[in-house]
């Protein structure tokens, strides 16, 4: 039986679309879910069509206020993380020194820890400390959080760099300043981009260590979501869950284009 | 090579030449320097927090009248005795939600990895996408997908499914909502992505010469995926499977969405000490148990898959 066959050979192939299907699927019932028209405040079975939500986005309450928040925090946790991360990077994957194993323990250990935990103990030290919760000690939850990441990503870039390069550069004459900004940063790029995307992704969406390190005035984006699922769902989160999902995708397809037009040039 | 002054950590050791005087000196501090601002920031906010917590846990006192130590470790008893079936209810959902990712995102991961072709790329961001629409939303849609009255549900039902999972005590009353399968596959559907990403640049690595060489020595592509790509890929699993279990064991998102009462793991117990109940010695004294539950089952774990270039 060939059709057998075929099904045998491709089975593999058949559960990796199954699996891709389970993880796209809630992405799709948020976009269909943004044009409904829910009969109560909680908007999870399909009452009719409508395009209010898409038409006045920022409608309810102080949503759109928490996308800023959320956005605020994100770039600056982001640009600290990335930064800080860099520099901790570039000393683990170009010198050797004392006392490399405890550091690399140290940016090990956040990321072999639940949220909660992080969250939790964090919030203890500034409820001790009388912290007021706010602004800051959301921003400064996050680039402890992702610092890790952004060192894991640019460790890799910068210790697969050919160190000739640089000596190539110093025996032409370049002072070492130059030499970082001509050579080691250039290559060490893609690297950093890819670490501050991934800060940005993962701080945008933080819910867990946010919840227990916010104050009462400074909601986030996912605690707006969370507080919204107790007591009634606008439909609008959908509308910025999808446009989110967008901007992400245009993200993603935009960089392949132009990495591709330059390797196409060179 | 005399003039390599600056060896990449994998590099074989050479020994740099030593250029004299305070120069030297000031080269030396170079790496310090870099470190100092990033492992100020983690010491600061996170590794004293967790001796902070550690002493919050041994705490007396209340809101009012302030917290001292007073070394009283019978609230970890006490905590321990009223909450230990959220933590073994919160190892074992987590358990089983790592597991469910390994048997579905390692057929994903091979398929873009050897099958994909030119589609790999596409594929990639399909994975990672879906990641871009906060995960609280994501969830909640799980709600509408398996709603009572939904496609899912009645479909299981017709199908007499339910009734195999309630004998098996996973659903309750033709729901699967706020039921223990609910968490479990929110659990699964949330941190799926987290697998695939260490299982897919583990095999991507993978020569397909050496399967067309299985093949030559008349391996059946069964044997060849046993003996050959599964062995190579164990980096990406037990990377992918810390990645999942942890986050995993102390979540509470998914069992408040998705569960009941009845479903709570040990995150929402910690949740509603710390920011309800503002019982903070019982909060510390719970997340430390968690975290060191999690320590010693990874640190077995790792010994046990023997890999250490995780780092």
Not at chain 1, 163 to 186: H, V
Not at chain 2, 13 to 42: D, K, M, Q, S, T
Not at chain 2, 132 to 139: N, P
Request: proline content about 6%.
């Amino acid at each position: 039986m060939p059709v057998l066959n075929w099904v045998r050979r491709h089975l593999v192939v058949f559960a990796g679309v199954a699996a891709l299907a389970y993880m796209t699927i809630p992405n799709v019932i948020v976009l269909i879910f943004s044009f409904n028209q829910p009969k109560g405040r909680f908007n999870y079975s399909w009452n009719h069509f409508s395009l209010d939500a898409w038409k006045n986005p920022c409608g309810v309450g102080d949503m759109c206020d928490s996308v800023s928040l959320s956005l605020q925090i994100a770039v600056l946790a982001t640009l600290g993380a990335t930064v800080l991360g860099t520099m901790v990077a570039f000393a683990l994957g170009r010198y050797r020194f004392r006392g490399r194993g405890p550091v690399t323990g140290l940016i090990w250990l956040p990321m072999a820890m639940p949220e909660i935990v992080m969250g939790a103990s964090l919030g203890t030290l500034f409820l001790n400390m009388r912290i007021q919760f706010g602004f800051l000690t959301i921003l400064i939850a996050h680039i402890m959080f992702c610092l890790s990441f952004v060192v894991t990503a640019v460790k890799a870039r910068v210790m697969s760099m050919d160190p000739r390069l640089e000596q190539a550069a110093q025996d032409l004459y370049a002072t070492p300043w130059s030499t970082f900004w001509r050579i080691t940063f250039p290559i060490a790029a893609p690297g950093i981009a890819a670490g501050a995307l991934l800060s940005f992704a993962i701080s945008i969406d933080d819910f867990i260590i946010t919840q227990f390190n916010a104050g009462p005035a400074t909601v986030t984006f996912p605690m707006f979501v969370w507080g919204a699922a107790q007591k009634g769902l606008p439909v609008q989160v959908n509308v910025i869950g999808t446009l989110m999902f967008v901007a992400a995708v245009l993200c993603v397809v935009v960089g392949q284009l132009l990495s591709r037009r330059r390797k196409a040039h060179s | 090579m005399a003039a390599l002054s600056t060896a990449p950590a994998g590099a074989p050791a050479e020994v740099p030449p030593v250029p004299p005087g305070a120069a030297a000196r000031r080269r030396r501090l170079v790496p310090y320097w870099l470190l100092l601002p990033g492992i100020l920031w983690l010491l600061v906010f996170f590794a004293a927090p967790m001796v902070y917590q550690a002493s919050t846990s041994v705490q007396t006192g209340s809101l009012e009248t302030g917290y001292q130590v007073t070394w009283h470790f019978a609230t970890y008893w006490d905590a321990f005795r009223e909450y230990d079936v959220f933590y073994l209810r919160s190892l074992i959902y987590a358990g089983i939600a790592t597991v469910l990712c390994l048997a579905i995102g390692y057929p994903l991961a091979y398929t873009i990895a050897f099958k994909a072709g030119r589609w790999r790329n596409v594929l990639l961001v399909m994975v990672i996408a879906p990641f871009f629409t906060s995960f609280l939303i994501r969830t909640l849609a799980w709600k509408t997908i398996l709603a009572d009255d939904g496609y899912v549900v009645t479909v299981l039902d017709k199908l007499h499914i339910l009734n195999v999972t309630a004998s098996l005590g996973i659903t309750a009353d033709d729901r699967v909502l706020a039921t223990p399968l609910a968490v479990v596959c929110g659990l699964t559907y949330n941190f799926l992505p987290f697998m695939i990403l260490p299982l897919y640049s583990s095999l991507e690595r993978i020569d397909p010469r050496l399967h067309e060489a299985a093949g030559d020595l008349y391996a059946r592509p069964f044997t060849t995926f046993r003996k050959v790509t599964f062995p190579i890929s164990l980096p990406g699993v037990v990377a992918g499977t810390l990645l999942t279990f942890i986050p995993a064991s102390g979540d509470y998102i998914n069992a408040e969405l998705l569960g009941s009462p009845s479903e709570q793991m040990i995150g929402n117990v910690i949740q509603s000490k710390f920011l309800t109940v503002l019982d903070y010695p019982t909060a510390a004294a719970l997340s430390f148990m968690l975290m060191a539950a999690i320590l010693v089952i990874v640190s077995v774990y790792i010994r046990k898959a023997g890999t250490e270039e995780l780092v």
